[in-house]
């Protein structure tokens, strides 16, 4: 997948609403439109999406070869629990996202330069962690990404899809997710040295 002019960057998605906010819209795809990008979903995710569960999974099917499906230790140790009629608790998906980036994050990307993508508000906690990672990788919101998207030219307006998004997820909390913060969206896109090629 990695040529000698293109550098590899991974697009890791943490929590489900990412998937559930475009998959509405029809735009999973925005998460491979960069030619050199390789996805990676945790696999706690999908025991979060429910409505959304058709298009994740055709998604995934047509891109299999660019998906990368992350197993972390809380997701395995959950399943042994499953498994032996245990109960698995409270919290066990906010649990393996921390789990995660505390303790797996580094090996899974390697080398390569990473964004991380959320959407739901308690995971801007995560920008205090950015010190725990690769100074390769960044945190940045669903909005931030499709900015960042515009900005190196790979779509045309990011106000013509934040738009294909806030009619699509009519039920969404308009505070949080349907007027992104301008200021933090520029600051977000333009921020590290991350850059995609076509």
């Known amino acids: ?43 706690s995710v999908f025991k979060e999406i429910i409505l959304r569960a058709p298009e994740l999974k055709a998604f995934m099917d047509a891109n299999s070869e660019r998906i990368q499906v992350v197993k972390t ?35 899974v990307i390697g080398n390569s330069p990473a964004l991380i993508i959320y959407e739901d508000r308690k995971f801007g906690r995560l920008h205090s962690l950015n010190d725990q990672v690769s100074e390769n990788s960044h945190f940045i919101t669903t909005a931030a990404y499709l900015r960042k998207l515009e900005v190196e030219g790979i779509i045309k307006s990011f106000d013509w899809v ?14 949080q997710n349907r007027s992104p913060n301008h200021m933090e969206v520029e600051k977000e896109a333009n921020r590290g040295s991350i850059i995609f090629h076509e």
């Open 1 to 43: 997948m990695e040529t000698n002019n293109k550098r590899l960057v991974k697009i890791v998605i943490p929590d489900a609403g990412p998937i559930n906010t475009l998959a509405a819209a029809n735009l999973l795809p925005l998460l491979l439109a960069p030619q050199n990008t390789q996805l990676v979903v945790i696999y």
């Open 73 to 107: 230790s809380v997701c395995i140790d959950d399943e042994a629990k499953a498994q032996r009629g245990e109960p698995l608790g409270k919290d066990r998906g906010e649990l393996a996202i921390a789990s995660f980036i505390l303790s797996e994050i580094d090996e």
């Open 162 to 175: 934040w738009k294909q998004i806030t009619d699509a997820n009519f039920s969404i909390d308009r505070q």
